[in-house]
């Protein structure tokens, strides 16, 4: 005779079958106490986290006609249940706790027994007992019921590939921001579907990758998580960057701006603005792209696609800064000229003090709330290197001989280098004044 085996998660199994023959080799039917103790080591196991599968047998006197799975897969005899344990990474549980700290809710979706998910989902710490839903259940559920408790659910158990675009619609639908794993050509409808949609790189389809928005190139959950403080990290550092470059723009702006209105010459040469724009701005602006994150960056919210990159205060931190830098230029100017400076001497004590408060400022901007002295000067070597760099080509430009005559510049005393230190330094120390103020109402409740 011809015996045919057939494995399969223990449901679907159970529906093709009418009886188990245990060690004894007697044929029990399913439908009796036999069927029950199967049925109550299934669920054991699955209760233990692992993953049931049951195995079958027929036996037929000959190879049958029709040789499809709807023929052959019927009146089966269950031989054995085998539990696999596929634990989750170590890693894991942890970046499912930065997730819920970040403001971003794991939902897990697997094919596996109710009882096997719930396990893993309240071991790895994305639901309690609560907020479980099966793919049965689910697809009893119209598209307007679902949406109406889909925010409460963690865990979808026993979920067919095609359900998970019904679960993506909903949670979109419900103004979520929705990004997808899947390995499978079935997962492709629901990876497209999704915000973003990432395919696994080592057991992933290619049509599930072309789908894909990201391939996860070692198939690790705690990857996606590395990726999103990354992304937080290079978000900050783009917003510090225009900070920094926009408010020294204002700076000059408003320099240029105010002093004939206030009955002086104008402040700066163009060589001036153009030294300001391509050396003090250009050097350390790029070295802020390699800023470390700051601290607690995976503990805020996720910020809503459309907001402004000038949200938070920016635009306005832009204004009253470069109105200050402007004040101060025009300040030095202002001074140095009723002191009876000639004008090569206070255009170069104006030209020094503009491009060292844009140093200042720059070491300030560094971090949004946290002060420079607490994270330390250290903490971004390239920046440190970036501002040494332009603090000593700009004192080229005042101390060699041969720059002068080019940039239109004088050598300083020391008393007056003094002082366009000192001057330059107020911006930095009101920007560190900004900060310290966020920090004490945060503090206090605001």
């Not at 700290?101 to 007992?129: C, E, F, Q, S, W």
């Not at 997962?187 to 999704?194: E, N, V």
């Amino acid at each position: 005779g011809i015996i045919s085996y057939t494995k399969g998660a223990f449901e679907s199994i159970v529906d093709r079958s009418s009886g188990m023959m245990p060690d004894s080799g007697k044929f029990i039917e399913l439908n009796g106490p036999g069927g029950k103790d199967l049925n109550t080591a299934n669920e054991k196991m699955a209760d233990d986290g692992l993953r049931t599968l049951a195995f079958t047998m027929r036996r037929w006197d000959r190879l049958p006609d029709d040789l499809t799975p709807r023929s052959v897969e019927k009146d089966l005899t269950i031989i054995g249940l085998a539990g696999m344990m596929d634990p989750p990474r170590e890693e894991a549980k942890q970046a499912v706790a930065m997730c819920k700290t970040a403001g971003i809710k794991p939902v897990m979706i697997t094919g596996d027994h109710p009882l096997t998910a719930r396990n893993i989902a309240v071991r790895l710490g994305i639901a309690d007992n609560r907020g479980m839903i099966t793919g049965p259940e689910l697809d009893k559920l119209s598209l307007e019921e679902f949406e109406a408790q889909v925010e409460t659910i963690s865990v979808y158990a026993r979920v067919v590939p095609e359900q998970k675009i019904k679960i993506v619609k909903a949670l979109q639908d419900k103004g979520e921001f929705v990004a997808m794993t899947g390995d499978g050509v079935n997962d492709a409808p629901a990876l497209k579907r999704a915000d973003i949609g990432i395919a696994m790189g080592i057991t992933g389809t290619d049509v599930s990758k072309e789908a894909s928005h990201m391939i996860l190139l070692d198939d690790n959950f705690a990857t996606i998580v590395k990726a999103v403080k990354e992304g937080r990290r290079i978000f900050d550092n783009i917003r510090k960057f225009i900070k920094y470059t926009m408010t020294s723009n204002s700076g000059e702006i408003w320099t240029i701006f105010l002093a004939p209105f206030l009955g002086l010459p104008i402040p700066l040469l163009p060589i001036h603005i153009l030294w300001i724009n391509l050396v003090t701005d250009g050097l350390p602006g790029l070295a802020l792209t390699v800023e470390p994150e700051e601290k607690g960056i995976m503990k805020r919210p996720p910020r809503h696609p459309q907001e402004s990159i000038f949200a938070h205060g920016m635009a306005v931190h832009i204004m009253w800064v470069g109105l200050l830098m402007g004040g101060i230029s025009i300040f030095t100017q202002a001074w140095s000229i009723n002191n009876g400076y000639d004008q090569a001497h206070w255009q170069t004590m104006v030209f020094t003090v503009l491009c060292l408060s844009q140093m200042g400022h720059v070491l300030a901007v560094r971090t949004d709330r946290e002060s420079l002295f607490k994270i330390g000067l250290f903490s971004n070597k390239t920046l440190l290197g970036a501002v040494i760099l332009t603090f000593a080509l700009q004192m080229a430009t005042i101390y060699v001989p041969v720059l002068n005559p080019i940039f239109k510049t004088a050598p300083l005393s020391l008393d007056e280098l003094f002082i366009t230190l000192t001057l330059a330094s107020v911006v930095f120390f009101a920007v560190e004044t900004e900060k310290w103020c966020f920090r004490k109402k945060t503090v206090i409740g605001y």
